[in-house]
């Protein structure tokens, strides 16, 4: 990766101290390697930050039983964060009960990994729309320019069997929809969104995290939040990396794919296929354009 494209990402690293992959040790490594690049002035082209624990992000409770996103500073926090989650001093009882530490992480631990990656990638919009905003289903739209009409846009999710042009690639994806996105009020003045694409675990399908999106839109519009603390409203897609069959009735792959394009000509072209999927999903939603956002020499 270049220094200039380094400038212009943001990585979220996270893994657990039982991981079976070892994604802690992995994520450190990555975080280490992105920390020590250097400019030319020998300063680092980007601030890491190693945090023992989701407590320990600036401004969140001490007691990670306490942790909510809302509370973080996010202005302190380093622009590539790595959380090491899980208790080294758990009993045997509860690592095999609750998971913790492990690949996903107990229950409380897979929902603060889910949360702040998400509060994290809002920070990239800062022109995102914070505001708290009316219900669709209080004053819906009739219209809409999504193919699927405007049910789903009501309920705030669509799903789609999709088949990519280029790639013949056939596999579902699913759309959760922010807060408000189908009122009347939002689509007469034409309220764009920035996208968040979700990829799913090896094995999973793109339905098995939509129960997230409950979740989101709460943060998305809470009362009892600021503009200054709530996350920013996003429309959440989540896209398909099961193995599919090929045209010609062949399997892609045997179970899961990385979302990358195979080497074997008859392999699956995830990455290809991805492309076609975000071209879909800007033209069918009210996406919002790139953002003007100053990058320092």
Known sequence: MTDDAL??????SDGGVRDLFNFAASANHLSGQIGGRRGADGLPLRSVAFYNGFQFFPGAAADV???TPFDIRWADVADMPSVRYGDLDASKSVVESLGDGQHVGSAQQLLHRLTTAFFYAGRAWPDADYRRTE??????????INELGID????GQCEKIFTGLKTGRTGPIAVSLPPGYASKTAVEQ??????AYVLHGYGQKPTDLEAVAV?????MNGSDRSIATRMPKMIIVYVDGRCRIRPGGKPECIRGTFYMNSARP???????WFDEVTDYVDKNYRTMPPSEVEVPD
Request: aromatic share 12%; with cysteine.
């Open 135 to 144: 219900q669709a289903r209080d004053n819906s739209a009739s219209t809409t």
């Open 190 to 195: 034409n309220v764009r969104y920035p996208v």
């Open 7 to 12: 400038k212009r990402i943001g990585i979220f």
């Open 65 to 67: 039983n306490f942790f």
């Open 215 to 219: 979740i989101m839109n709460n943060y």
């Open 152 to 155: 789903c846009e009501l309920l």
């Open 266 to 272: 008859d392999g699956a072209q995830l990455d290809s």
